[in-house]
């Protein structure tokens, strides 16, 4: 925590950051809070120049010695929405309010900057100690369901475990869930947890009805290890592969680019294949990531496009039939698949013998 020479008895590290030094992490996120109005003392700070301010919720950004720095004034929130958004209530109110409004213990921790004295007063620290994942009230999962998914992420990220209250009051929220929600907000947790590609946490999001919370139907696991997959393959939108294998992600705002991954698979579920050259000309156009989905309905057909088929490519073109004098028609596609289909049979053909199959579809020789 060493990145900043800023000082003051009422500005401490917190969260995340204090956290990760304890487990002996390293920590992306540096996280400070004043306890006060963090906007009025960052107008004090000798030659620091003010980046961004946001009065609603006490946040200003400056820079200080090259270095850009957030501050949060401490808050207190209320949730007069379940699932939504909190509203502040309070900009400046003691530190021990603004660590009470938190999702678990192991991120309510405080560290002075002016001291290094740590504050704990959840109990965090013997949860780090005990590997145990604690919320802090009993309506945490009510007020911000997305907790639920948060606690995944970190159950994964640090190995630890729910204790048994959190664990109970998690259940009764996955059986009574209430559906109005935010879910650009769950989008980015389940982003965040399955972009670890863990076949642990796809495993607990299944068998602990953790999916329930997009989508209600009943779902059972697929007997696919995806972990293995993505690591052989690496795809670039991991998250998805884990999550639009539910059967319907209608509720999340997903991109165009998304959707198309999903709905392509989809479209596989009841498709058949009659021939090398189907599979080639169907997955030819799809998604890495929906093919990597599809091993958990057909895992023998995307291995064979996966390792084998997809590398084969023509090297003949248009103008290559063009210099044979063919004029161009829809039989240039039909003699690309018919040398595309030979290619399949024997994969070492070069383009010297695709032309040869050229003359030969178009009676040339």
Known sequence: MGIINLQDKNLFFIGGVVRDELLGKK??????????????????IPNAEILQVNEPFGTVKIKLDNQEIDIASTRDETYP???????????????????????????????????????DYTGGLDDIK????????????IDDPTRIIRGLKFSIRFDFELD??????????????????????????????FNLNSQKAFDRFVNDGIYKLIAP??????????????????????????VGLLPDISKLPITRTEKKIVDDFENLKNKTFESDLEIYNTFK?????????????????ATRYLDELRHIKLEITGDDLHRLHIKPSIE?????DYILGEKIKNPEIGKSREILLAKKYFNLI
């Open 27 to 44: 920590s992306f996120d540096i996280d400070l809070t004043y306890q006060g109005n963090a906007i009025e003392f960052a107008k004090t």
């Open 81 to 119: 929405s379940k699932g939504h958004l909190p509203v502040v209530n309070d900009i400046g109110c003691s530190l021990e309010k603004d660590i009470l409004r938190r999702d678990f213990t192991i991120n309510a921790l405080a560290k002075s900057t002016l001291t290094g004295e740590i504050v």
């Open 130 to 141: 005990n590997k145990k994942l604690k919320i802090l009230h009993p309506k945490s999962f």
């Open 164 to 193: 048994e209250q959190t664990q109970q009051l998690q259940n009764e929220y996955l059986n009574n869930i209430n559906y109005d929600m935010s879910y650009k907000r769950l989008k980015k947790e389940l982003i965040e947890t």
């Open 217 to 242: 139907a009943d779902f059972e696991l697929p007997n696919i290890n995806f972990e293995n997959l993505i690591n052989k393959y690496n795809p670039n939108c991991i998250w998805i592969i884990y």
């Open 285 to 301: 156009n799809i998604n890495l990531e929906t093919i990597i989905m599809y091993f958990s309905i057909n895992p023998q057909i």
């Open 332 to 336: 240039y596609q039909k003699c690309f």
